[in-house]
């Protein structure tokens, strides 16, 4: 279980989060949603120890660094380094070795070609797997869906399913509720720096109306 207890991030005199107290468990999986700046990508930085906060996040089962799958919003590769060679790298860096990669490439990337030649949404898929081939405990997917063919998008879903099923905890940002809905158990909404509301799978749809209404009906209505 993680909880997170009076969480606050500032960048100089921008506060993005402002105290916020959550938990997440294992065997659950989690949406964070709210407008770009909302302050998502903060938030799992922070969990995942990239940056420095106020606040407490405590881990029950040792450090969270050592057990945590972090995919990026736009994962980052060396130039000069093919999918082979980086999901090899990945592992060591758990000590985990893979016999036969090749059988592991559920997505069918060209592994012997360079990464940095990928597109983006194959770099995403490259990255996926590498964090699927840790072994690891916990989650956290920064739009996973992004930039992703709808194929992908299905099996990106299948995947998340699993990892509940085996009892890991997943945390995912996205802003396509039919893939939340599909998929979360939970689904908080990111606001202004502050959880705003929490809602289960009945209540998705109530926050997708708010957030529609708020955010886009108010713009269209100003612009026309």
Same mark, same amino acid.
């Given at each position: %279980?993680?909880?997170?207890?009076?969480?606050?991030?500032?960048?100089?005199?921008?506060?993005?989060?402002?105290?916020?107290? +959550?938990?997440?468990?294992?065997?659950?999986?989690?949406?964070? /949603?709210? !407008?770009?700046? &909302?302050?998502?990508?903060?938030?799992?930085?922070?969990?995942?120890? @990239? !940056?420095?906060?106020?606040?407490?996040?405590?881990?029950?089962?040792? +450090?969270?660094?050592?057990?945590?799958?972090?995919? #990026?919003? =736009?994962?980052?590769? #060396?130039?000069?380094?093919?999918?082979?060679?980086?999901?090899? $790298?990945?592992?060591? &860096?758990?000590?985990? *070795?893979?016999?036969? +990669?090749?059988?592991?490439?559920?997505?069918?990337?060209? $592994?012997?070609?360079?990464?940095?030649?990928?597109?983006?949404? @194959?770099?995403? *898929? $490259?990255?996926?797997?590498?964090?699927?081939?840790?072994?690891?405990?916990?989650?956290?997917?920064?739009?996973?869906?992004?930039?992703?063919?709808? =194929?992908?998008? %299905?099996?990106?879903?299948?995947?998340? +399913?699993?990892?509940?099923?085996?009892? *890991?905890? /997943?945390?995912?940002?996205? =802003?396509?509720?039919?893939? $939340?809905?599909?998929?979360?158990?939970?689904?908080?909404? #990111?606001?202004?720096? #502050?959880?705003?509301?929490?809602?289960?799978?009945?209540?998705?749809?109530?926050?997708?109306?708010?957030?529609?209404? /708020?955010?886009?009906?108010?713009?269209?209505?100003?612009?026309?």
């Amino acid at each position: %279980m993680i909880q997170i207890e009076n969480l606050s991030k500032s960048y100089g005199d921008h506060q993005v989060l402002k105290g916020i107290n +959550l938990s997440f468990e294992s065997g659950m999986v989690y949406g964070i /949603v709210g !407008e770009n700046g &909302a302050g998502k990508t903060t938030l799992f930085k922070c969990i995942s120890k @990239m !940056e420095d906060y106020s606040g407490e996040i405590k881990f029950n089962n040792g +450090l969270i660094k050592d057990q945590l799958g972090y995919l #990026l919003t =736009h994962p980052y590769f #060396l130039s000069k380094i093919t999918g082979r060679e980086y999901l090899t $790298l990945m592992c060591n &860096a758990r000590k985990i *070795k893979i016999e036969n +990669l090749t059988s592991k490439n559920i997505f069918d990337l060209p $592994l012997d070609k360079f990464a940095g030649s990928y597109s983006t949404g @194959m770099k995403k *898929k $490259l990255a996926i797997s590498a964090i699927l081939l840790q072994k690891n405990e916990i989650f956290i997917l920064d739009e996973p869906f992004n930039g992703v063919d709808v =194929h992908s998008n %299905m099996l990106i879903e299948e995947i998340i +399913l699993k990892l509940k099923e085996r009892g *890991k905890m /997943v945390i995912i940002s996205s =802003h396509i509720f039919s893939t $939340l809905e599909n998929t979360c158990d939970y689904i908080y909404l #990111l606001k202004d720096g #502050l959880i705003q509301r929490k809602a289960n799978k009945g209540q998705f749809t109530e926050i997708e109306e708010e957030m529609r209404n /708020v955010s886009i009906g108010s713009k269209l209505d100003a612009f026309f």
